[in-house]
């Protein structure tokens, strides 16, 4: 099984058609976005990756909180 790096690097060189493909690169990329407002920054002006994932998953806690409990979700 890929980490997530591995993961990020393996569908940059590819092209994503199906819909599962697609999804699961959304999801690792609100994942980046997250491990970026950890840190302090934003990845973009809209809402930010912490409210999407809490929204969509009902995920509950502070963001590392939120962070480790959707990278267990989509890892496992």
Do not use: A
Request: aromatic letters at 10%; glycine letters at 8%.
């Amino acid at each position: 099984m890929f980490d997530i790096q591995q993961q990020l690097n393996y569908i940059k060189d590819m092209i994503l058609t199906e819909p599962t493909q697609i999804e699961r690169f959304r999801y690792l990329t609100l994942l980046r976005g997250l491990k970026l407002e950890l840190s302090g920054l934003k990845m973009s002006r809209g809402r930010s990756c912490y409210s999407i994932i809490k929204g969509e998953f009902d995920l509950k806690g502070s963001k590392q909180k939120v962070y480790d409990q959707f990278k267990q979700l989509i890892e496992g």
